[in-house]
């Protein structure tokens, strides 16, 4: 048992029209930020659980995230910030949740989670293929979404098979 209360998830759907590629990234950084900080703070609360490794690889694959679109950021090379976007790029907002009381209903937020960011990373992807300004920003991009499906099938099977 998780310590904490009941769990409360809150999702909003949110449309935003960044004017450019670097304020899309500045929006993933926050995104991976608090993924990391969710399953952080699910490893210290779900010590009793054998399955503390796989939320510790899901927790190091997010920081990985946020180091990637850090040098992104960081990279005037990536020419992110010279890129426009014309159209919205939708992704989930106001994210909160009080702490799951099982580490199912916490598998549960988590797929809920990483399926907004893998639909973030598609849809960002879409907005910018084609621009031939871009194609390092696109493989990039391409490997985060990827990256995040491969979240999704590990949560996915844990639910499945219901090992927790």
């Known amino acids: 048992m998780l310590r904490g209360g009941i769990m409360k998830y809150a999702r909003k759907m949110k449309y935003v029209k960044p004017y450019t590629a670097t304020d899309a990234l500045e929006i993933a950084l926050e995104k991976e ?6 399953y952080d703070q699910l490893l210290k609360d779900a010590k009793e659980f054998k399955l503390v490794s796989v939320v510790k690889k899901l927790r190091d694959s997010e920081g990985v995230h946020v180091k ?4 992104m950021l960081e990279n ?16 989930a907002t106001k994210e909160s949740y009080n702490k799951p009381k099982t580490f199912e209903e916490a598998l549960e ?8 960011a ?3 990373y598609c849809h960002f992807y879409r907005q910018l293929f084609g621009n031939s300004e871009s194609l390092y920003l696109l493989v990039v991009l391409k490997k985060l979404s990827y990256m995040e499906k491969a979240h ?13």
Do not use: C, H, P, W
Not at 79 to 89: L, M, N, Q, Y
Not at 109 to 116: D, G, I, P, T
């Open 118 to 120: 893998a639909d973030f």
């Open 76 to 91: 005037k090379k990536s020419g992110a910030e010279d890129i426009k976007i014309d159209k919205r790029i939708k992704y």
């Open 152 to 164: 999704i099938k590990i949560v996915e099977r844990m639910l499945k098979n219901k090992v927790f």
């Open 68 to 71: 990637i679109i850090q040098r």
């Open 109 to 116: 937020l988590a797929l809920v989670r990483e399926k907004s």
């Open 33 to 38: 930020k608090t993924a990391y900080k969710f």
